[in-house]
C-alpha cells in the first residue's frame, strides 16, 4: 500500500520560516520524481517546487531564491525549506510522487501553512 504523509505545516509570520516534510512508503522512493504542490483558496494546485530521481531541481518564479526542496532517499523523505514566507505562501501544500512517463502519481493530504502577522 503506498502512502504519502505531509508534516510541518503551521502558522508563522511574515519572514518565517517552515520546513514541510513528506515521507512516502511502499514505492521504490529513490526512483521517483518527487514535487511539492499548493493550493490557495479559490486558486488552482500550482507547482511549488520538484525533484527529479536524479536530484535535478526546479522552482516556481514566485518562491526562486526562498524556498529549497531536497530528499533523503534513504529516509523516503523529500522536504520543502521555506525562508522568507510572504502572506501569499497562504496554502494547503502537497506532496506528490511520480514515476517518470508513467501514470504512477501519488498525492498526500496536505497539509497548511498560513502566513499572517
Known amino acids: 500500500q503506498v502512502r504519502v504523509v505531509e508534516s510541518g505545516g503551521g502558522l508563522v509570520q511574515p519572514g518565517g520560516s517552515l520546513r514541510l516534510s513528506c515521507v512516502a512508503s511502499?514505492?521504490?522512493?529513490?526512483?521517483?520524481?518527487m514535487g511539492w504542490y499548493r493550493q490557495a483558496p479559490g486558486a488552482q494546485r500550482e507547482l511549488v517546487a520538484a525533484?527529479?530521481?536524479?536530484?535535478?531541481?526546479n522552482y516556481a518564479d514566485s518562491v526562486k531564491g526562498r524556498f529549497t526542496i531536497s530528499r533523503d532517499n534513504a529516509k523516503n523523505t523529500v522536504y520543502l525549506q521555506m525562508n522568507n514566507l510572504k502572506p501569499e505562501d497562504t496554502a494547503v501544500y502537497y506532496c506528490?510522487?511520480?514515476?517518470?512517463?508513467?501514470?504512477?502519481?501519488?498525492w498526500g493530504q496536505g497539509t497548511q501553512v498560513t502566513v499572517s502577522s
Open positions: 506528490n510522487a511520480k514515476l517518470g512517463r508513467t501514470v504512477l502519481s501519488y
Open positions: 525533484i527529479t530521481s536524479g536530484g535535478s531541481t
Open positions: 511502499g514505492i521504490n522512493f529513490s526512483i521517483y520524481a
